[in-house]
Each structure stands twice: as C-alpha cells, then as structure tokens.
C-alpha cells in the first residue's frame, strides 16, 4: 500500500507571511510545477511555531510537517527565525529519538521571491515523506487517521 | 551522607535566623515512611532541629520557591541549585530573596532499587547503611552489601555538578556521587540500538499506563506554568480522557518546554506513580541540548534561557 | 429534589442513562447582548415535549454535540411549556460553539435537575427580585412564573442592574415588566451612559434606595458571585433576615446529579441540594467557596 | 463453611469459577499492579503478596470510560450507548480496604440518581477477599475499622496459611461459591486456630495510628482555619497521585471527543486537587491550593460521613502516603486536627 504509487502525502505547510508565504503564492501564480499536497497555513513569523504545532499536525494524521520562514537574518521582527531555528531543531531530534522518522518534520528558509526554491523544497519534502510512508503513528489498529 | 553534615546544617539554619537573613527556610525532615524524606517549611530557629540531610533526600526543593512570599532560605543539592539559577534565569524567583544553603551531594540511594535487588519492598527493610563503595542493607537476620554504584539514582551517577556551584553557604566539603555515564545512560543507549518503530511502539505502551495525574509536571521545579497547554481549552490540544497519543504528547511537549532547564534531577520520573521511564525522556533531551547548543542548565545565572538565545550560525544541517 | 420524584424523572431517561441527553432542536435564537444569546429548543421527540415538566430554578445539562456538555438554567417558565428557553453568555469552549448555532440545529439537553424556588412557600408573599447580568435568567423563570399567576403572590418588587445599558438582558421582558403596574421595575447600569436616561448605580446601592419593606417579604437575589456578596447585607439593613433570602449560586459542574463532586460547599452539592438556597442555609459555611 | 485448597490446586478453582464468572486477579503491568482479568492458567499472581497499586476500583470504575458515542445522519443525531459487559465478576484476592471502599462507592454511586456506569459494572460481583500477611507500613486500617483479614465487605475472606489457602464463607454467596468443588477440604480445628492466629500476626504488623475520635467535628471546627490548612497543605505539588490511587474517590470529568465523524463522550478521574477543576470562567472557588488540601481531607473525614451515616470514606490502605512524589501524609494531618472544642456556642 505504501508502495502504491497514487498515495500522495498529506504535508502540512507552516508558512512565514513574510516570506514563504509568497513564496509559494508567486510558485503557484508563475506556473511552477510541484506538488499540489501541502496544505498551507500562513504563520505571521516562524518564531511562531510551537512544537506543540507540529505534534498536533502528526496527530491529526498529516503524514509530513513543513515549517518555513525568512533566510538567517532576514527576519521581519529580526531574530523570529533564529528562535525557530532552535525549537525545530530541538524537536525534529528528540522526535526521531522517540520513533518519529525525521522526514516527517521539515523545515526550510524560502524568501517571497524564491518560487523556484519553494516548488524544489515542496518536491524534495514531498519525496521524502513518501519514501517514509502514510503517517499512522497514532493510530491504534495501524490505520492513517486522517479524518 | 553523614551525621556531621546535618549537624552543620542545623547549626547553619539557626544562625541564619538569629543573624535575621531569613523569614524561613525550605529543606526535608525526616518523612512518614522508611527511608523518605519530605519537604519541610522551618520557620525559626527552635524548628531547625527537624531538618535532615542523609541518603534519601529526593526531592528537588526549588518546586517550593516559586510562591514563597519572604526571604527564604533553601537547603541545595547540585541539582536543586541549578533549577534555582534556571528558575533566576527565568526571573521566576530573585536570588537576592534566597539564601542558598548548599550540600555537597555525593549520590542519593535508590530505595527502589536496593528493594528489586533484594526482593524485599522498602518497609520490609531495617536499615541502609552507606559505606564507601557500598552500601549494606540489612533485613531481619539477612545482610547484603550492594555497590553502591548499583543502587544509587541513574540522574547521580551522570552527574558532575554535584556540589553546588551557585550558594551563599556550602555546608561541608565538595563531594560527588561516583560517575558512570554509561550505567546512567543505560537505558536512553539501549533505546537508541532499536529502529524508529520499536522506540515507537516502547513509548506508547509506556504512555499506555499513564493517568495524567500530572504528578511529573508538578513535581518539576522548572514547570511553573500558571496554565499548562494540557488545560487549554480552546483550542483544546489533547483530550482530556488519557489515552496513549495524547499522554505521549504531552510528554513529548513537556520534555521540550523544559529543554535547557531541566538539570536531569530525577524528580518527574520519581513521582510517576506507574512506573514510566521519564527520565529516559528529559535526560534525552538535555543531551541533545548539551551536544547541539553547547547548553547546561543552570549553570550560569546570568546567561539568558536556551529558548530566548540563539546564535546566528547553528543547526543549519537541519534546514534546507 | 425528593426520592420519588427522581423516580418520577425516570420515565425520562434513554435506556434508564441518566447520563444520555435527549436531542432537541433549536427554534428561535434571541440576541441579548453581544455576549449573550437566548435559545429557544422543543425536544425533537414530540412525547417528550409533552410530559417534560420542571419549576422554576431547575437546570440542565446542554450538549453542543461534537464540543462538550455544559451547565445552564433554564430561563423560561413552567407556566409557558411550548417550548424551552435558555439564555447563556460566550465564555468558554461549550458556549462559544452554543452561540454558532442557528434556527434548525440540534443539541442534546438533560435534566433538569436540582432543587428549585420553594414556590409553595412565597405565595401570598411580597416578592423582591434582584439580579444582575445574566444573573436574570434564573429569576426570569420564575418572574414570569409569579407574574401568569398574579393573584397568588402579593406586591412584586424587581430590581435589575447591568454593567450597561447594552449588557442588559431580556430587554423585552424589562419593558413588559415595566408596563406592569402590578409590578415595580426598576433597572440600574453601573456607570453612566450615553442615552441613559435610567437610574445609575450598583445593584445593591440601588436596592437599598428602592428600599423594599421586608413585611411578609421574600427577597429572591442572582448575579455575578460579588453582586450576591454586597446584596446580603444591603437586605439585612433594609430588615430582611437570612430566611427571607434565597439565592442561586452557580459553580463548575459536569454530571448535574451530585456524582462527579466538583459542586460541593461543605457537604451541600449545589446541583442536587441547590442551586436554590436560602441564606441562612449557607451562611455559615465558606462564604468564600460561592 | 470453612475450607482450604492448596497453592497448587488454586488455578483449577479459578478454572471452575471462570466457568461462570469473568475472574480478575491482581496483576503485574509493568511497574505496577493492578486488577485484571485472568489469563485462565497462571497462578504465579499469587506471589503478588501486598495491595495493588491501582486499587480495585479501576475495575468498576475505570480510568476512563465512554458513556456514548453519537454521529450524525440524515435524520440528525443518533446516540449509542455501549453494550453491557453482561457477564458476572468475581475478584480473587481482593484487599479488605479496597472491599470497604467499594462498598462507599455503591452508595455513593447508588444514592440519587443511579450511575448506570458504575452500577453495571458492579452488578453480580463477587468478592473473593485476601488478608494482607503483610500490611505496609503506611497502612492504618485498624484506625477505621478495618484489619488486614477484615471480612465485612466480601463473600469469602481467604487467608493463606503456609501452601495452604484458608477460605471462609462470609455471605450466602459465598457459601454457595465454596460448596462442591472438589478441591476444597474442610478446615480442621487445627486449621482455624492457625488461622486466628495468622490473621492476629497480621493485624499486630498494623502500627501506624489516626486519630478518629471525633473526627468530623473536629474537622467542621478548623474548616475555617485558614493557617491550619495552609500549614497542611505547603509541600503539596496538586498532582492527582493521592485521589486518583484513592480506592474511595470517585470524582470524574467528562468531555467529548470527535474521530472521524463520530463524536465520543467519555469519562475520566478527576482530582480535586488540580485547579481547574472548580475553575469557572470569571472565578475559582478554590484557586488556593490550601482550600483544595481542605476539599480532600474534609471529604473524606467530614462531608462524606455527614452525608452517608457517618461513614469515614478514607479506608486506611495508605496508597496515599506510599504514592505521594512528596511524601504527604494524611495521618499526620489527621492526628494534627485540634481536640473537638467542648464549650460549643452551637
């Protein structure tokens, strides 16, 4: 079933509207090719994400997590970005410490002008996910809980 | 721990009174059962002669600071005084309103520990008593000696702050437990060994026990929070029901909020009344803290908290 | 509430589940304030809405179903059982998701339960109402009550407040009320404001004003927690003794039958032995815990 | 009626009853111990040789339940309730204070209006009673009316004696259970007599003391004693160890729960030592963690016996005190509650 291959992933995107954000509006409005699977929700930094974010994204069943702000120094409020850097960071490690396979947790630096950079980073991450399979980590009889 | 030191404590506490440098003093008497301590509250000198200081004194006392009205003074193990530079760093608690009585710790025994390895349950023990490399139990007409190593707390053997560095006195000589990392790590390395789905799968038949009852957050010296997210009700992030996903986050979040000021004293896992490896958990997350930011809690007063600093150039390998 | 009649209510219960909500149905929504909104809801089982009895004081369990369960009174009167009313203002996860709800929806209701204005006993009295905010909902009830049986009951006294003019509720029964000569109405806001041109004044400051005689007089106070504090003693100085003064309280509840704990003052459970009390029945106990 | 069976034959006595009943022994999980059913063949539970950890009462009253679960069709909402667990229960090796303290749970849970939950649950269990050979040292059942071989509250009380088992018929039930299974012996004077005395070996182990004289007086005449309160109430942490592992409280939450288009009510302990159990909107009745240490001390020794005959719902198992992550200890603050004051103004 994980192999099949008409399984898209589920990603859900925690954008900076900054940045990425537009980033990904000016992918979709300049024709970029790249996969049409990430649910968006627009963040007003980076340094918003909680870990807590990305934990309920797993648990509602979103088989990969993608949060994405302004490149190191190019935060709106200065320094929204390098504080996410840290809680990412953390909690992409210690997930992977307790059996989340750390594909499922992405993050990227994409600025408003990087429509290249966004479709390639909703590709790789796209890719990944799939390779890591449906997300069923919290279900109780191994079935994907989306719902 | 010995006799000498409790008495310098006591002699220390009433001097402080006398000397006015204190409204009260938080430290352990001895507790209800064999081989415990609890918490306890002295409020003047004649009270000092209640505090002890031996081989269990388990709790973390900064817990008690953060609503303390008053000048008070507290009695400090290595770690309790670092959760009280973290709870500083977090301008929790104002170090110019305590007074740290700091104890050098050389190790707090394991009660549970020594009761698997002789199958006895703590109360079916007489005595406990701690020699250099050893400790020699005895129960009824039977005595055994254990390495000590063997039975004290995993969090001591990995702990190499164990005399408070951040105190107004130090009662006694430096001391520290002996240090095995490996021992101590033995678990979070054997975890590490298996793939991602049978850590999975270990977790949630740990999570698959818990209550909530929360005694591992609120025995947490650096979980203060007014309202924790587990409460929240809108948006409500987990159900109120246990159920094994939401214990798990609720673990898993708990172990990132309390990233670079947990000092990896022991305390969550202490409380769990079932028996879940907690420590497993934070003491994960403070070596990954220690080994990607270079960060030990508490350990300077004056630096800000891990999650309110940053440098420019770190952890880039992880973002695209 | 006795025994019997809980054996009465029986008769009412899914599959003998006092814990099971029957669904009903959403008639007319009212806006009352800008927190503050007032449903009308039929049971959707015919029978049910024919045999289903209450008094005036009682509450129930209300179900947003997909939310949560919460606890209100229900604010209309046994006299007028076409349908069913209650007023609940947005504070929290269940009310929030209640005032999302239009004409047509569903939601589950059970009850009521608790004790309820010992109606009986204040015929033929002089009846004093003070409330405060939502406070009114309660009385409302038993307002109307009183009011489609008007020979019963002697002179009827109803002193309402508000923080202002916008935060008051019911404002169609307020002027029905005033229109009344049978009854005194009088209606406060706390601070002065635009437009008013109505009495000024915290609710107890104004009942000491209206001054109520306390002969043959029963004193019926709801509002927000600080409003029932103040008002005790505003009616102690007007005469009136902790007999002559009934109140309902409110406080965190989940199952509504006296089983899940949180509710108690001492060893009364306000959902069963409550929410109606008379003052001296608590007067003594934690004045700080309601 | 008086039998024994020896350790050996204990789990083809199980096998015999499992015919008629769902059998829940104490059992290991993990750490802990618990009640659970039976696995039909291994008796090795017999060498869990003190109180469980999670007191009895998880059977009936678990730490979480569903109530019902509703989804919506074309016609609206459509309730459905979980089907009864018909079958009969029968606990093995039930611990005289965890048996006192359901017997508070059925009251509690049967006055008023009836809990279905609870009370199905409960409905046809039979209680097979073990005497506790060796109390804790944080026991105090003697002090309220209990003992390590009390038999009040069970149908059989059983009581090892060497490799035999002791049982004792206590409720027509129970006698009825004891008849004709081959496997019992009737018990010999000799037996008896070392019963009694097993049974006084074990009750002389129970040290610890709480003084009851009085109790719910005393307790109504401090309930406004702030500092008294306070005082007991300093180390507390209000975690939920101490109510949720008490086998006599039964406070629960209940919140609903949405998958896949189907809403789940359920319920779950509570404590009354977290905050926002009382929490309301605009205000908390007891915010301070003092009037919470007071709620649970004072329902325990005052409101419940008012309300329920005088009935001390605290039964002396000390899972308190043992659980405690700060050693708290209700005997102290017990035995700490001021004489009844004797010139009463009332």
Redesign the interface.
């Known amino acids: 079933m994980e192999q099949n291959s008409e399984w898209k992933p589920q990603i859900l995107g925690f954008l900076c509207k900054w940045c990425s954000y537009a980033g990904a509006d000016l992918a979709g409005t300049s024709r970029k090719k790249y996969p049409a699977n990430m649910r968006i929700m627009k963040i007003p930094c980076s340094g918003r994400i909680a870990p807590l974010f990305i934990l309920k994204a797993l648990r509602m069943g979103f088989d990969g997590v993608l949060v994405s702000g302004c490149h190191p120094g190019d935060c709106h409020y200065q320094t929204g970005n390098y504080r996410a850097r840290r809680r990412i960071a953390l909690t992409k490690k210690f997930l992977e410490y307790i059996g989340i396979e750390p594909q499922r947790v992405q993050a990227s630096w994409v600025s408003a002008s990087e429509a290249n950079k966004f479709a390639q980073v909703s590709e790789e991450v796209t890719k990944e996910v799939k390779e890591v399979g449906p997300n069923r980590l919290f279900s109780d009889n191994g079935q994907n809980i989306t719902g | 721990m010995d006799k000498i030191l409790q008495d310098n404590l006591r002699k220390e506490v009433k001097a402080l009174f006398e000397q006015k440098k204190v409204d009260l003093v938080i430290g352990y008497e001895t507790g209800p059962t064999k081989f415990t301590t609890t918490p306890v509250l002295i409020k003047n000198s004649e009270e000092a002669d209640r505090l002890v200081i031996n081989d269990f004194i388990t709790s973390n006392l900064a817990k008690m600071l953060v609503k303390i009205k008053g000048k008070a003074g507290i009695v400090a193990k290595g770690c309790d005084s670092r959760s009280i530079v973290s709870l500083i760093q977090d301008h929790k608690v104002k170090r110019e309103n305590i007074v740290i009585i700091g104890v050098p710790c050389s190790g707090i025994i394991d009660v549970g520990k020594i009761s698997r390895l002789i199958g006895k349950e703590p109360d079916e023990i007489d005595d406990i008593t701690r020699e250099k490399d050893a400790v020699l139990v005895t129960s009824g007409s039977e005595k055994k000696s254990l390495p000590l190593k063997e039975v004290l707390y995993e969090h001591c053997l990995a702990c190499d702050l164990s005399t408070p560095a951040e105190c107004d006195v130090l009662i006694g000589e430096p001391a520290s437990p002996p240090l095995d990392k490996v021992a101590s790590l033995a678990k979070i390395n054997e975890m590490e060994k298996m793939t991602a789905e049978q850590r999975w799968q270990y977790w949630k038949e740990q999570m698959q026990r818990c209550t909530r009852c929360y005694a591992c957050r609120n025995v947490c010296p650096v979980c203060y929070c007014e309202r924790c997210f587990v409460e929240e009700s809108e948006p409500q992030w987990i159900n109120i029901a246990p159920n094994w996903q939401d214990n798990l986050i609720f673990q898993v979040i708990r172990s990132i909020h309390v990233a670079g000021r947990c000092t990896d004293c022991g305390n969550c896992e202490r409380a769990c009344p079932v028996g879940i490896p907690l420590r497993s958990l934070v003491r994960k997350m403070y070596d990954i803290v220690d080994e990607m930011f270079h960060y030990k809690a508490g350990t300077n007063k004056d630096d800000l908290p891990l999650m309110a600093s940053y440098e420019t150039r770190e952890a880039e390998e992880l973002i695209r | 509430m006795t025994t019997s009649s809980i054996s009465e209510r029986k008769k009412f219960f899914s599959q003998n589940n006092v814990y099971l909500p029957h669904v009903c149905v959403i008639e007319k929504v009212i806006d009352e304030t800008p927190t503050v909104r007032t449903f009308h809801f039929k049971f959707k089982d015919e029978r049910l809405q024919k045999e289903f009895t209450f008094e005036s004081g009682q509450f129930g369990e209300y179900t947003v179903f997909g939310v949560g369960e919460a606890t209100f009174c229900i604010s209309s009167s046994p006299t007028r059982p076409d349908h069913l009313e209650v007023a609940l203002q947005r504070v929290g996860k269940v009310t929030n998701a209640f005032h999302r709800l239009g004409v047509g929806a569903e939601i589950g209701f059970r009850g009521p339960y608790g004790n309820s204005f010992p109606i009986d006993s204040l015929k033929g009295k002089n009846l004093v109402f003070v409330g405060g905010g939502i406070g009114l909902a309660p009385l409302r009830s038993l307002i109307w009550n009183v009011i489609d049986n008007r020979d019963k009951y002697g002179k009827i006294d109803i002193v309402y407040g508000a923080r202002s003019p916008a935060d008051l509720c019911f404002k169609y029964d307020l002027e029905a009320w005033s229109k009344d000569n049978t009854v005194n109405m009088v209606t406060t806001i706390d601070r002065p404001a635009e437009g008013w041109n109505g009495r000024v004044g915290l609710v107890p400051a104004v009942l000491e004003q209206v001054a109520p005689s306390p002969d043959n007089a029963v004193a019926i106070v709801c509002g927000p927690p600080i409003m029932i504090r103040f008002t005790f003693p505003a009616l102690a100085k007007l005469g009136f003794t902790p007999e002559q003064m009934i109140t309902t309280l409110e406080k965190r509840m989940k199952c509504g039958i006296g089983k899940c704990g949180r509710c108690n003052i001492g060893p009364l459970f306000v959902c069963k032995d409550g929410p109606v009390f008379r003052y001296d029945q608590i007067k003594n106990f934690m004045p700080q815990e309601y | 009626m008086v039998k024994k069976i020896k350790q050996a034959d204990i789990g083809k006595l199980l096998e015999r009853w499992a015919k008629d009943y769902r059998i829940f022994v104490p059992s290991r999980?993990?750490?802990?111990t618990r009640f659970d059913r039976w696995d039909g063949k291994d008796t090795g539970f017999l060498s869990i040789y003190?109180n469980t950890?999670?007191p009895a009462k998880s059977v009936f009253f678990p730490?979480?339940e569903e109530?019902?679960s509703?989804k919506?069709d074309s016609t609206?909402?459509q309730?459905k309730?979980p089907g009864p667990s018909m079958s009969k229960k029968l606990l093995f090796g039930i611990r005289p204070c965890d048996a006192s303290a359901l017997a508070m749970l059925d009251v509690?849970?049967k006055?008023?209006?009836?809990?279905?939950?609870y009370l199905e649950k409960r409905r046809d269990t039979v209680l097979v009673g073990m005497t506790c050979l060796?109390p804790?040292?944080?026991c105090f059942c003697t002090s309220l009316g209990g003992g390590p071989g009390e038999s009040k509250n069970v149908d059989i009380m059983m009581t090892q004696v060497g490799d035999e088992y002791i049982l004792e018929g206590i409720t027509q039930k129970g006698e009825e259970l004891l008849a004709g299974v081959e496997y019992f012996t009737d018990a010999s004077e000799a037996d008896i007599s070392r019963l009694r005395s097993v049974k006084e070996g074990a009750l002389k182990q129970i040290t610890r003391k709480v003084n009851v004289k009085d109790i719910t007086q005393r307790i109504y005449d401090v309930?406004?004693n702030k500092e008294f309160w306070e005082t007991s109430a300093?180390?507390c942490?209000?975690?939920?160890?101490c109510t949720?592992?008490c086998p006599t409280c039964?406070?629960?939450?209940?919140?609903?729960?949405?998958?896949?288009?189907t809403?789940i009510?359920?319920?779950?302990?509570?404590?009354?030592q977290?905050p926002?159990?009382?929490?309301?909107?605009?205000?908390n009745?007891?915010e301070e963690k003092w009037?919470r240490v007071r709620?649970k001390v004072?329902?325990k020794y005052?409101?419940f016996p008012?309300?329920y005959g005088g009935t001390i719902s605290c039964t002396g198992c000390g899972r308190c005190?043992?659980?405690c992550?700060?050693?708290?200890?209700i005997?102290?603050v017990i035995n700490s509650v001021p004489e009844k004051v004797t010139t009463e103004s009332k």
Do not use: N
Request: charged residues 30%.
């Open positions: 999980d993990g750490e802990i003190r950890v999670v730490v979480k109530m019902f509703y919506k609206g909402y309730l309730v509690a849970f006055e008023g209006y009836e809990d279905p939950y060796r804790y040292d944080s309930i406004e300093i180390k942490v209000s975690c939920g160890v949720f592992f039964y406070c629960f939450d209940i919140s609903d729960e949405k998958e896949k288009g809403g009510r359920k319920r779950a302990w509570d404590s009354c977290f926002v159990y009382t929490k309301m909107p605009a205000e009745p007891r009037r709620q004072a329902h005052a409101y008012t309300l005190i043992r659980l992550p700060v050693s708290w200890d005997t102290a």
